[in-house]
């Protein structure tokens, strides 16, 4: 019984012994930490260093006389800087550090007793343990290091600048392209605060960016282009035969054409040189005007006596040009180092061969001609009536054709075989190139009115010409009034069709010393025939007054006259055109003639031009 009391007793003793076993480790603790206050009263902490120097134990006037002794380093110390061309060597101070030895062994001392006593107790015992290093206190002017930096960004900084290709008159050159490059001042400053901040010699990095250009090298353009520079370019058609033009541009030619551009090509840029598209194409559309061409077919002759066509010139092909394409192939052989390029044009056939036979075309006969004549005219009107007559010789008209004289005629100019003679222009009859072209015009109109063709455009002289109702005997046929056509290219055109299945063949003759010319018409008769029936002029009116004018080009009382009266009219006529036995179609062609005034040209000081006019017979009526 005693036992377990006694027991009982002891094991409620322990927590008490804890308890003051715990109170005194407590106190041993305290009184520990307050000696150790009273130990290090006014001294650094042990363990306590400043940039790797040791203060521990000293007074914060001694830790600072020791620091300012020890730490050189704003002084000695030396930053580099580095860029991929130069590198830069600077001590702190150079850069605007100052280091204050007072704060920062202040700030030694301070380490271990501001803030929680707890924790500062622990940051005591981990000093003492395992050391603590305390920053130096630096006073860092950034203004200092800023200007450094500027210094160097002087240096380093450089525009981007991309790659270009001059051409001076012939001569090729290249500018490498120039990688941009700009520091980064304010980046750069916060690694270099971070630096100065180790007290200890280092590199501070160069925060630099960088802009490459879209272009960097075009030294192989710049060969391409003096490849193309290197000798003329001369321009063929394809198959070209001996007979067949060229076209040669010279080296100064080409480097006015020469053109530069910048692509992309898959994200990348590239730079190309050829010919400029723009400038090459202004070029080649005045080719384009000598080499395009209708498809003409062969020309032929009836032979009366074995009823055979014979040709008389060959067939030639038509051709176009294709601008675009030529460029792009003529480029293309450039930079091939090729300087003979072939263009590319497209060729169509005509349609008929000079292999053709009539049985073939369908003409086999003929089926309608037609004769004026042209007594009076001047050797210069004589000369345009042969002129323009030979363009029609031997030409073919597809079936259902509608043929336009104006198509055929081409440029009526002197280079082209034609003369200056009288023509109606502006309500006068002047002196230009061409007149008697409508003689040939009206011959035609007349060989198509009486061949039974449609006609499909016609247009009438101003006035009545007294060549166009002469007949073969010199005397005039007022039944021919009405029967004229005018062209005048492209404003005024000739049109008849060919409503046959058949090819029409027309040949033209004219006959100089006979003053006549013939137009006659081959093909395969389809039984049609014409009547018609003429008004013949009415609502004549008398011309008006003959007109005196002066001309500073003529002698004083020399008078010669320049225009000739006509009456004007109206003149109607009728045609019927007969097939089968039934009218095929009917059609009228009506003509209004203006009444025109003779005129009479005199010089300068000639005295009552009226009355020589009428002594020499001209402008004025005989009896007037």
């Given at each position: 019984m005693n036992r377990r009391i006694a027991s009982r007793e002891n094991w409620r003793r322990i927590p008490v012994i804890l308890l003051g076993g715990f109170a005194l480790y407590l106190a041993l603790l305290v009184a520990w930490a307050l000696a150790y206050q009273l130990i290090y009263a006014g001294r650094i902490f042990p363990g306590v260093s400043v940039a790797g120097v040791e203060v521990a134990g000293l007074r914060p006037a001694d830790a600072a006389s020791k620091l300012s002794q020890t730490l050189s380093y704003p002084i000695n110390g030396k930053v580099l800087f580095r860029s991929p061309e130069q590198m830069w060597v600077a001590s702190p101070a150079e850069l605007g550090m100052v280091f204050d030895p007072t704060a920062s062994a202040n700030a030694a001392y301070a380490f271990g007793r501001t803030g929680n006593p707890f924790k500062a107790l622990w940051l005591q015992a981990q000093a003492r343990g395992r050391g603590a290093d305390v920053s130096p206190v630096v006073i860092f002017d950034q203004r200092v290091s800023y200007r450094y930096l500027q210094n160097i960004a002087a240096q380093i900084d450089q525009p981007q600048v991309e790659a270009s290709l001059k051409l001076e008159g012939t001569n090729v050159s290249a500018q490498p392209g120039q990688v941009g490059r700009l520091l980064n001042l304010d980046a750069t400053m916060i690694y270099l605060g971070a630096q100065l901040q180790t007290f200890r010699d280092g590199e501070s990095p160069l925060v630099i960016a960088e802009a490459a250009p879209r272009l960097l090298d075009v030294s192989s353009q710049a060969e391409t282009a003096r490849m193309i520079l290197s000798q003329p370019l001369t321009l063929i058609l394809p198959n070209a035969r001996a007979e067949d033009p060229s076209w040669t541009y010279d080296i100064a030619t080409l480097a006015n054409m020469i053109g530069v551009s910048v692509i992309e090509n898959n994200g990348q840029a590239e730079m190309q040189v050829g010919l400029n598209p723009s400038a090459f194409r202004a070029a080649l559309s005045e080719l384009k005007a000598g080499i395009d061409r209708e498809p003409e077919n062969a020309r032929f002759v009836f032979n009366d006596q074995s009823g055979q066509i014979e040709p008389i010139l060959a067939s030639k092909s038509g051709r176009v040009l294709d601008v675009e394409a030529s460029i792009a192939a003529i480029n293309a052989a450039l930079l091939r180092g090729e300087h003979r390029v072939e263009l590319v044009v497209s060729e169509s056939q005509p349609d008929v061969a000079d292999t053709a036979s009539g049985a073939e075309l369908g003409v086999t006969q003929l089926v309608a001609q037609?004769?004026?004549?042209?007594?009076?005219?001047?050797?210069?009107?004589?000369?345009?009536?042969?002129?323009?007559?030979?363009?029609?010789?031997?030409?073919?008209?597809?079936?259902?054709?509608?043929?336009?004289?104006?198509?055929?005629?081409?440029?009526?100019?002197?280079?082209?075989?034609?003369?200056?003679?009288?023509?109606?222009?502006?309500?006068?009859?002047?002196?230009?190139?061409?007149?008697?072209?409508?003689?040939?015009?009206?011959?035609?109109?007349?060989?198509?009115?009486?061949?039974?063709?449609?006609?499909?455009?016609?247009?009438?002289?101003?006035?009545?010409?007294?060549?166009?109702?002469?007949?073969?005997?010199?005397?005039?046929?007022?039944?021919?009034?009405?029967?004229?056509?005018?062209?005048?290219?492209?404003?005024?055109?000739?049109?008849?069709?060919?409503?046959?299945?058949?090819?029409?063949?027309?040949?033209?003759?004219?006959?100089?010393?006979?003053?006549?010319?013939?137009?006659?018409?081959?093909?395969?008769?389809?039984?049609?025939?014409?009547?018609?029936?003429?008004?013949?002029?009415?609502?004549?009116?008398?011309?008006?007054?003959?007109?005196?004018?002066?001309?500073?080009?003529?002698?004083?009382?020399?008078?010669?006259?320049?225009?000739?009266?006509?009456?004007?009219?109206?003149?109607?006529?009728?045609?019927?055109?007969?097939?089968?036995?039934?009218?095929?179609?009917?059609?009228?062609?009506?003509?209004?003639?203006?009444?025109?005034?003779?005129?009479?040209?005199?010089?300068?000081?000639?005295?009552?031009?009226?009355?020589?006019?009428k002594r020499q017979q001209i402008c004025f009526p005989v009896n007037s």
């Open positions: 037609h004769t004026t004549y042209f007594y009076g005219s001047s050797a210069e009107r004589i000369q345009n009536i042969v002129a323009a007559a030979a363009r029609y010789h031997g030409v073919l008209v597809a079936p259902n054709e509608i043929f336009s004289m104006g198509k055929y005629l081409g440029d009526v100019s002197l280079e082209n075989g034609f003369a200056e003679a009288l023509i109606i222009y502006g309500g006068r009859t002047i002196k230009g190139v061409g007149g008697g072209v409508c003689q040939v015009s009206t011959t035609l109109f007349r060989a198509a009115f009486f061949a039974g063709f449609p006609i499909i455009e016609r247009y009438s002289h101003a006035y009545r010409v007294v060549y166009y109702e002469k007949t073969i005997s010199g005397s005039y046929d007022p039944s021919l009034a009405g029967l004229d056509a005018t062209v005048y290219f492209p404003l005024v055109d000739f049109k008849f069709q060919n409503d046959t299945p058949y090819w029409l063949l027309m040949e033209t003759y004219v006959d100089v010393a006979a003053r006549k010319i013939t137009w006659k018409m081959y093909s395969t008769s389809d039984g049609r025939s014409v009547t018609w029936d003429t008004s013949g002029p009415t609502n004549v009116v008398s011309p008006p007054q003959p007109i005196l004018e002066e001309n500073p080009d003529l002698k004083a009382d020399e008078i010669k006259q320049v225009d000739y009266a006509a009456q004007g009219a109206d003149v109607t006529v009728t045609r019927t055109v007969w097939r089968g036995g039934a009218i095929y179609f009917t059609d009228e062609f009506h003509t209004h003639y203006q009444p025109w005034a003779a005129v009479c040209q005199y010089g300068p000081g000639t005295e009552n031009p009226e009355k020589k006019a």
